[in-house]
């Protein structure tokens, strides 16, 4: 009976254990690709704010006479 | 599938540009309801003729005064005018991207989203208008270097320092042109003893107004009411009279710009001396204001190639470019 809740006991524990360094090791991999988001959501906001990318749309001014004036 | 649209609702402009097709729409932000019905009779330049001409149950009105929502249920209608008129239907509903000044409100804000959504847009995302009028005018904002742009509308003057792809500094006051229209409007008033019209004033300001003593300094002829008679009265203005008329607003607008420029980082502070400022907006357009500003800071002043239509084209190019772009909408970065 002894014998049987130390290793009921002894499994709980190493379950508690192994669930939490899963669970830091998924945290610690999140964090990692949110670093890498953030870098990567500057790089294309500045590209998206280069003068090649404006090109299209700022260019894109049309001739006065479609205005009407 | 409506195209998603960049509105620049300015107090005294208003232009649309459409995603794919560039600027569809401008024309002043004015219209004209009749008080008794609550119809609106025009709007844009139609209205515009009509101010300060109708009878007393038409009102001609612009609903936005220093860049924010005076009159919620007009400025509603007149979005939803314009929607109408580039296209949006009850069936499709854009995105829409609205340029704002800086110097608004929570509530001011939200009265602006509020409008444009019940007016049938499906989203809709607010963008300062300096920094619409950086991407707008072609600044390298994208590079680790000052840019500063200042942008002087109907009922604002915003300046901005913009490195990296966002505002460094800024300095926003509610002067803007209407201000030196009604300045000249009371200076008349005031010292020949005549009352005229917005219209006119704003007339005046573009044939004679300048902000520095200038070679093409000459006066102009201006009819007006009498206030002693009542009776109509020709007037004779001088250029050198328009300019001592609109010192305050003028001032005012070279001072927050001088504010601007104290609150920039050293080490951007150089890069305008050698890059210099770039003026966009009408209020911008002023004879001599570039050079006054330029003679007050010590810094060079340059002229955006497309003063009026900066400001759309960068929250077009923010349209455009929506999911890139999304951080720079001004619910975004609280």
């Keep these: ?41 500057f790089r294309r906001h500045i590209d998206a704010l280069s003068p090649e990318a404006r090109r299209s749309s700022v260019h894109h001014n049309n001739s006065e006479d479609k205005w009407g004036r | 599938m409506a195209r998603d649209l960049a509105i620049d609702l300015g107090t005294a402009n208003t232009l ?16 004209a309801v009749n008080r008794q019905s609550g119809e609106v009779l025009a709007t844009g330049h139609d209205a515009w003729d009509m101010i300060g001409r109708t009878p007393s149950y038409i009102v001609a009105v612009r609903p936005l005064r220093g860049g924010a929502i005076t009159d919620f249920d007009i400025t509603e209608r007149m979005i939803r005018l314009l929607l109408q008129r580039v296209g949006v239907s ?8 609205i340029c704002v000044p800086s110097a608004i409100t929570e509530v001011e804000r939200r009265a602006v989203t509020d409008a444009t959504r019940r ?17 707008g005018a072609n600044l390298p904002i994208d590079e680790p270097v000052g840019n500063m742009v200042i942008d002087i509308g109907g009922g604002t003057t915003e300046t901005a ?6 505002v460094v500094a800024l300095e926003a006051i509610r002067v803007g042109s209407f201000d030196i229209d009604a300045a000249i409007q009371s200076y008349v008033r005031r010292e020949h003893g005549v009352a005229i019209g917005e219209r006119t004033a704003e007339e005046i300001k573009i044939q004679i107004g300048s902000a ?23 007037v004779r203005l ?22 601007c420029l104290a609150k920039a980082p050293p080490e951007l502070a150089q890069d305008f001396l050698s890059r210099g400022m770039y003026l966009v907006g009408g209020g911008g357009m002023l004879r001599g204001l570039a050079k006054r500003i330029e003679r007050e800071t010590e810094v060079p002043v340059k002229m955006s190639p497309q003063p009026l239509e900066a400001v759309v ?5 923010c349209i455009e470019n929506y999911q890139a772009l999304r951080g720079m909408f001004m619910g975004a970065r609280r």
């Design chain 2, 90 to 97: 009850r069936f499709t509903r854009p995105k829409v991207v």
């Design chain 2, 238 to 259: 001088t250029a050198e009279e328009v300019r001592f008329a609109i010192d305050e607003p003028v001032a005012a607008m070279v001072m927050s710009v001088k504010r």
């Design chain 2, 313 to 317: 084209l960068g929250a077009g190019h």
């Design chain 2, 161 to 166: 320092v913009i490195s990296l792809g966002g």
């Design chain 2, 119 to 135: 007016a049938g847009a499906s989203d809709a995302q607010l963008i300062e208008q300096p920094m619409a009028a950086a991407i």
């Design chain 2, 16 to 31: 649309v540009y459409m995603k794919g097709k560039g600027i569809v729409l401008n024309e002043p932000s004015v219209i």
């Design chain 1, 1 to 41: 009976m002894i014998a049987l809740s130390f290793i009921t006991g002894f499994f709980t524990v190493m379950a508690v254990i192994s669930g939490s360094a899963l669970l830091v090791l998924v945290y610690l991999d999140n964090r990692k690709v949110r670093i890498d988001d953030g870098i990567a959501q």
């Design chain 2, 212 to 234: 520095e003593p200038g070679p093409e300094d000459r006066s102009a002829d201006i009819r007006g009411r009498d206030l002693v008679t009542g009776l109509p009265k020709t």
